[in-house]
């Protein structure tokens, strides 16, 4: 093939290309493939979903870290080879309230802006599905689902969400769920409540596992990586996190669980926050592929993607600002002496080597897991208990169970 790579290396050297040259020359055949963009929240709270709104349009929308020519900049030729994975977020303050019904209008999102830019985006499911958006020049877009709230404690909304596109659950947001715990444990900000997963949250990640979704690990405790890690029958993912060694904030990977990335062919996936990157309010780019070195001389090169969190965010690293700038931090790994097999696997490899695991350990056929959640762990008041027999509420409800006690108290002492 006169078009291999070992050509465009020689070429690349002949010619005397900078890194940004030889970055966009392996950009042209290997996507950007990053693990978290939160541009739908961005369309929830700027226009409330109304995509038809003129300031909306994608091809002008300003303000936003992404919008469409953003993403078709940089790359040469006007090729454009790219994979977002759509963050459906909904905050903690709908858990127990609103939070199913805001997750399923931000997969609506997703899905209606795949078919208001047809011509740009490609909404797509699996790894197949992605290849072919590629051949296509279509960014590929898949939805990921950030917060473990947004199931609502059921496994058969875990199952809906799935057959709506989901492909990754962040089990936390910043908040406990009834059945795994979040990073603020870390912090003393909240009290530990499942010691990393409950039996409950054990069932959540083995369904998961059936149904192919991928296990995302930013945002929770230590303690519910390491259950994750041990537990997932196949690889998992940090969608948006960095190395704590760097920046020792409770949101980033500590290095023993890097080692336990290593072991199981996970990724991490590294978050472009400064607050992260730098634990302060300014960064540069460099101290970005500070993070990537990081990972790659813990965890090994096949354990590092990008997630860089584009408007989740508030502050990013000079010369990260936006969703046009992934060339110059590809040319930066370059620079360091990353080779191409390294940089080809933080770009796209390494994902869709997980992804694809997470699609083999699938098994559509296998019994799903049915017996539910508890009902004493269900918190808020708007609940009705159809399927859950009375019985066990009472024993949750002390004073309930005094009260039933009482008749035979009273016969007692009547005797
Ligand atoms: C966005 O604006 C362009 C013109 O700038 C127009 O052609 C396109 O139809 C608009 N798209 C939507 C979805 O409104
Ligand atoms: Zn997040």
Redesign the pocket.
């Known amino acids: 093939m006169w078009t291999s790579w070992w050509l465009w290396a020689l070429v690349a050297v002949c010619a005397g290309q900078t890194f940004r040259e030889r970055a966009e020359t392996i950009m042209r055949v290997t996507p950007v493939i990053d693990g978290h963009n939160d541009l739908p929240w961005q369309l929830l709270t700027k226009f409330n979903n109304q ?2 709104e003129e300031r909306a ?1 994608l ?2 929308l300003a303000d936003t870290h992404t919008n469409i020519p953003k993403l078709r900049a940089g790359f040469v030729g006007g090729q454009l080879l790219l994979l977002q994975f759509w963050s459906a977020y909904v905050p903690c303050d709908t858990q127990d309230k609103d939070a199913v019904k805001r997750t399923l209008e931000q997969i609506d999102v997703i899905h209606r802006m795949c078919q ?2 047809p011509e740009t985006f490609a909404c797509v499911t699996s790894s197949e599905g992605i290849e072919k958006a590629f051949q296509e020049g279509k960014v590929a877009s898949l939805v990921g689902v950030e917060g473990g709230h947004s199931i609502d404690s059921s496994l058969g909304v875990l199952r809906a969400l799935y057959h709506l596109g989901m492909r990754y659950l962040t089990l936390t947001h910043s908040c406990n769920t009834p059945w795994a715990d979040n990073w603020l444990v870390d912090t003393g900000d909240d009290e530990a409540e499942s010691q990393g997963l409950s039996e409950f949250g054990k069932k959540v990640v083995r369904e998961m596992n059936r149904l192919g979704v991928m296990i995302d690990l930013a945002h929770v405790s230590v303690a519910t990586m390491k259950a994750a890690l041990q537990l997932s029958a196949a690889p998992v993912i940090f969608s948006h996190s960095s190395a704590y060694q760097l920046c020792t904030h409770k949101r980033n990977v500590p290095d023993d669980v890097l080692q336990l990335v290593k072991a199981t062919g996970s990724l991490v996936m590294v978050n472009f926050y400064t607050d992260y990157v730098t634990c302060s309010s300014k960064a540069k780019l460099t101290e970005v592929a500070d993070h990537l070195d990081h990972i790659k001389k813990v965890a090994g090169a096949q354990a590092v993607g990008f997630g860089g969190d584009y408007d989740g965010v508030t502050r990013l690293p000079e010369g990260l600002e936006d969703v046009s700038k992934y060339p110059d931090l590809v040319a930066e790994l370059l620079r360091r002496g990353w080779t191409e097999e390294e940089v080809k696997g933080a770009l796209a490899e390494n994902l869709l080597r997980v992804f694809k695991a997470v699609e083999k350990e699938s098994d559509l056929t296998r019994t799903p897991e049915e017996e539910p959640i508890a009902l004493n762990k269900l918190h808020g008041s708007c609940r009705t208990q159809y399927g859950y027999s009375a019985a066990p509420s009472l024993f949750h409800r002390p004073g309930a169970l005094l009260a039933s006690l009482a008749p035979l108290l009273l016969g007692l002492c009547l005797l």
């Open positions: 995509l038809r349009n091809s002008t208001a830019y």
